[in-house]
């Protein structure tokens, strides 16, 4: 890895060497240092020469033919009978769906609800994503906001009432997303703490939870919501699907929170406890007070990462029947009057889950990085 | 797959004991119903709805633009509301996935399976799926390309047939040539979009699975008009509604929601002309529409039922041509027997 960061260390000196000239009076030699470099970082070695080849070669094969399929011979509006004359993409298609897509069943005249529901939820996130704003009315903000959220889209204060089993498409996937990722954190920062305690048996439970819902695919996972917590738990089946689902997905992703938790948590010196002991701090001081503010603030970014990850899983909930936003895309297709549509609905929801993923992956770096600069100081 | 017959002629045979039964005491006809109501029924009738699980294939069951369910079994699924609840639009459709679909429907977190289920015995003996009567007769299917020059599967001797991976469909296939004395070379495709791409690209000469998924694959294809669904049916695959087990009355009202538009259509009663027949002298159509309510309340079922399905969601004839037609289906086995077909309804007695 040494030599990675340091070929990347060496990289950056060049390039803020180039830099710095360019920023001067000398324009002309400056634009020709910058030439000359990129002419050595693209052909410099036979190795970069034919890496530069068949890189142009792919995107010479790809981006033309796509960018045909995609723009040019693309059908903007009109019907589907419009497109099958068309051979491009037909985007009319996803003018025509586009809410289906979106919301999935939910009723056409309340779209407004998981409107709604989607601007609180980012509003949220953009929130949580400021460090400045990290206390604890966040937390109060977020309960708020989700049960506020919960509640408009079933109208239970605000008749007509919508099932469950009507939801769908994007708020879906952002509900789960947001409230299993949510109420797994606080779970699996207990069960980090039990699977480091002195108490043996708190210890191997721990351990055994974590361990078995590690072992268990996540489909898995979402049939035993779906199929064996209604026979087990007695008057299960009335229990709603889609908060069945939740349950276990919050336990399932709670192991594996736990276990980026711990990491953090093994990241504090001991001497740190032996310490706080020393200055008369309980067990549950010295974690709160001085264990937990330093180990969460180094596994952030490691948070994030996962969470990223998790956003992804929730495209499983379509096995379950539920209409996420993929399952919902998908099902959008199927309709004989806009028959196969499958490329334009997967480009779209591709579009939307980089957007989500792609801004999550930045706003890690960039927290990455402003966290280590206030650890140095 | 197969082995249909064995199961369907006994049981269409206790439906009509069972009818014969339910007129001989159509005296307390009231008391019997609050006696017959099972489970299921009961909880249909405490939510107020009834819980269907579908698939997503287009024309048998699709969401629409404005995220409403169409299809060939939505429509029966109504006309089942109104059988047992009076309101075609007390039923929930949910999507779900054709590995769940029997899992759910025991954990009971469906009512009925609307969602092309194969009658076989082991589904029903086995499993203690109960099902009704088969509502569209499906079967494995080829899809050649044209240019093959091939009207029937007996001349595909020695063709390279896309088949999906996991499904009985590669037994069906090794069976039927096997039987013919021909050759073929099966190519086992994963996804289920790849078959086209297959086709399309010539790496197959043909590619079978059941044809209503055909039927819809076809028209995805770039040129529909260059394939030809073959006429042979490598396999049966009567597809029916199925329930759980313990709610024999619930049976019996999907049993005699899809005689309902069978018989319409026998009659020749439409959604369009249905008013007419209200003030037929015919017995029999008076019983069935409820101008004569004693068959409806020996049944104990609203008297305008049958009328009211016919009305709002249309006979047999009407839903097919409404759903499947527009997608290149023929009526084929899926005609009355009167045109040829393999729909018969007991008589409404």
């Known amino acids: ?377 | 797959m197969g082995l249909v017959d064995s199961v369907k002629p006994a049981s269409v045979k206790q439906r009509v004991s069972r009818v014969l039964a339910a007129s001989l005491v159509a005296a307390g006809a009231l008391m019997a119903t609050a006696a017959y109501a099972g489970p299921t029924l009961d909880k249909i009738t405490s939510r107020g709805s009834i819980k269907a699980g579908v698939g997503t294939t287009p024309g048998f069951f699709s969401p629409d633009s404005s995220g409403r369910w169409q299809g060939f079994f939505v429509d029966i699924g109504r006309a089942l509301a109104i059988t047992a609840l009076g309101d075609p639009e007390k039923i929930e459709f949910t999507s779900s996935s054709p590995q769940q679909r029997l899992p759910a429907l025991q954990a009971g977190e469906f009512d009925i399976l609307l969602s092309g289920v194969t009658i076989t015995p082991t589904r029903a003996l086995q499993l203690g799926f109960h099902f009704g009567p088969t509502v569209f007769y499906d079967g494995q299917g080829l899809l050649v390309r044209k240019d093959l020059g091939v009207t029937s599967a007996a001349e595909l001797d020695g063709a390279t047939i896309g088949v999906q991976s996991g499904t009985t469909g590669e037994l069906n296939l090794a069976d039927f040539f096997r039987k013919q004395g021909k050759s073929f070379k099966p190519l086992t495709i994963e996804d289920t979009r790849q078959f086209n791409a297959a086709l399309e690209e010539g790496r197959v000469d043909a590619i079978t699975q059941d044809s209503a998924d055909l039927v819809g694959k076809q028209r995805q294809l770039k040129n529909p008009e260059n394939y030809v669904l073959l006429p042979e049916r490598l396999s049966k695959e009567p597809l029916a509604p199925a329930i759980a087990g313990g709610d024999d009355r619930w049976l019996e009202l999907v049993n005699w929601t899809v005689y309902a538009l069978i018989q319409a259509e026998e009659l020749g009663i439409t959604s369009e002309n249905v008013d007419t027949f209200l003030d037929s002298q015919d017995p029999s159509i008076r019983r069935f529409l409820g101008a004569d309510p004693s068959l409806a309340q020996a049944i104990g079922l609203d008297p305008k039922w049958a009328y009211n399905i016919i009305k709002n969601v249309g006979n047999y004839g009407e839903v097919f041509e409404r759903h499947l037609k527009p997608l290149g289906w023929e009526r084929g086995y899926n005609n009355i027997w009167t045109n040829g077909g393999l729909l018969y309804s007991p008589p409404f007695r």
């Open chain 1, 1 to 377: 890895m040494t030599t990675v960061d340091d070929a990347l260390a060496s990289i950056r000196r060049e390039r803020e060497a180039e830099r710095r000239p360019a920023a001067g009076e000398k324009g002309v030699a400056a634009g020709l240092a910058r030439l000359r470099k990129l002419r050595n970082g693209l052909f410099g070695t036979w190795v970069n020469t034919l890496i530069t080849l068949l890189t142009v070669l792919a995107l010479w094969l790809i981006v033309p033919p796509f960018v045909r399929w995609a723009i040019i011979d693309a059908v903007w509006t009109g019907t589907s009978e419009d497109c099958a004359q068309a051979a491009g993409a037909c985007w009319a298609f996803i003018g025509a769906k586009f809410n289906f897509i979106m919301f999935a069943f939910y009723p056409p005249s309340l779209h407004w609800r998981p409107f709604m529901v989607l601007v609180v939820i980012a509003a949220l996130l953009v929130a949580t994503a400021t460090p400045r704003l990290w206390r604890r009315e966040l937390l109060l903000a977020w309960f708020v906001g989700i049960v506020g959220s919960w509640l408009l889209m079933a109208g239970t204060f605000s008749p007509p009432t919508v099932a469950s089993n009507q939801w769908g498409g994007l708020p879906v996937t952002m509900l789960v997303w947001t409230v299993c990722f949510g109420l797994g954190t606080p779970l699996a920062i207990g069960l980090a703490l039990a699977r480091r305690s002195n108490m043996r048996g708190v210890r191997v439970l721990a351990i055994l939870f974590i361990e078995l819902m590690r072992a268990i695919p996540f489909i898995a996972i979402l049939y035993v919501a779906m199929l064996i917590l209604p026979m087990a738990v007695p008057g299960g089946a009335l229990i709603d699907k889609t908060i069945r689902a939740m349950i276990m997905i919050t336990l399932f992703w709670s192991a594996y929170i736990a276990e980026v938790v711990r990491g953090g948590l093994q990241t504090i010196p001991a001497g740190q406890e032996d310490a706080a002991k020393a200055l008369g701090l309980g067990y549950w001081r010295t974690t709160q007070l001085i264990i937990l503010p330093q180990a969460l603030r180094t596994v952030v970014p490691a948070l994030v990462n996962q969470a990223i990850g998790f956003l992804l899983a929730t495209s499983l909930l379509a096995t379950i029947g539920i209409f996420d936003l993929l399952n919902a895309a998908r099902a959008s297709a199927t309709d004989p009057k806009w028959l196969g549509y499958y490329d334009e609905a997967y480009m779209l929801v591709a579009f939307i889950y980089f957007i989500l993923c792609y801004g999550g992956s930045r706003y890690s770096i960039w927290l990455e990085r402003r966290l280590n600069v206030s650890h140095r100081r």
